[in-house]
């Protein structure tokens, strides 16, 4: 049904029972699949995420919790860049480690930033690719890659995008088809989430945590959290956080009535159990 060359790619021809039934009804769909890693994933319930190379690190934390909390259920789909491909690779390896991701090009245009979280996701998860090896990306080459991840996923999740955006590419792909769109909020004006601003008002599912996509999709997350204990000075910070959603080390330590000196070691506290996420610039938010 397929075949294995020496490179350790395996062919998935169309006629072929491990070829991805999502794709099989699309005009356009890859008559050959060269795949690398694990192919029963195919076979998974799939969530694809994704998010562009400017998405915030908060969302990008966010993300990778999401993905990690739902990897253990269901294959994570995405594709090879920064941003939020990275968060969602990331979040999924440290969970169940169920990833697919998808190439633009062949094999031989692995994208180098990436190439060692890449090759993790090919000793654990799965390397999907449309093209022959030596295939070049080319200018249409993303587009029809996001058409793919939308139509490989049951609904897709939406990390980060601006007005124009390849990851809302992927996002109106999926609503021709009527799958459910998830998108988190941003702030009214801002930039990098101009485009998940726009998703929300046109029906998307406010996502904040991994049991918003988990309802949606009639997925029970049966793990079990263990309950973070804060001190006193931890619970005062979070709820400063919370209070500003976004604010200087300074601003955080006169509102939380924690010393200077200290407010940032409360903080890295936070960061540790997965609470707060450090902007840059002694800056922090709430996750």
């Known amino acids: 049904m397929f075949l294995k060359e020496s490179n350790d790619t395996i062919e998935i021809p169309i006629s072929a029972e491990e070829y991805p039934k999502e794709w099989k009804g699309l005009s356009d769909a890859p008559p050959i699949l060269y795949a690398r890693g ?92 449309p093209y022959p090896y030596e295939t070049a990306v080319r ?49 009214p004006g801002s930039a990098a989430g101009a485009g998940c601003n726009l998703l929300l008002k046109s029906g998307g599912v406010l996502t904040e945590n991994a049991a918003d996509v988990a309802v949606a999709l009639g997925i029970s997350l049966t793990e079990k959290k263990r309950a973070l204990v804060l001190t006193e000075e931890e619970r005062r910070m979070w709820q400063a956080l919370t209070d500003v959603s976004e604010g200087h080390v300074s601003e955080l330590a006169s509102k939380s009535g924690i010393p200077a000196f200290k407010a940032r070691s409360v903080l890295s506290a936070l960061e540790v159990k997965g609470l707060a996420v450090s902007l840059g610039g002694n800056r922090y938010a709430p996750l």
Do not use: W
């Open 38 to 129: 694990d192919i029963r994933l195919l076979r998974e319930r799939k969530l694809t995420i994704v998010g562009s190379r400017r998405t915030p690190t908060a969302a990008l934390k966010l993300g990778a919790q999401i993905a990690k909390d739902l990897s253990g259920t269901m294959a994570i789909v995405t594709g090879t860049a920064d941003g939020g491909d990275s968060a969602a690779i990331e979040g999924a390896l440290q969970g169940g480690g169920k990833i697919i991701c998808v190439l633009a090009g062949g094999f031989s245009s692995l994208p180098q930033g990436n190439i060692s979280l890449l090759h993790e996701v090919e000793k654990r998860g799965l390397l999907l690719s």
């Open 139 to 187: 200018a249409f080459s993303y587009e029809y890659r996001n058409k793919l991840l939308a139509t490989l996923g049951e609904g897709v999740l939406v990390l980060g995008a601006a007005e124009k955006s390849g990851a809302l590419i992927t996002a109106k792909y999926a609503q021709k088809e009527g799958k459910p769109i998830f998108a988190l909020p941003y702030f």
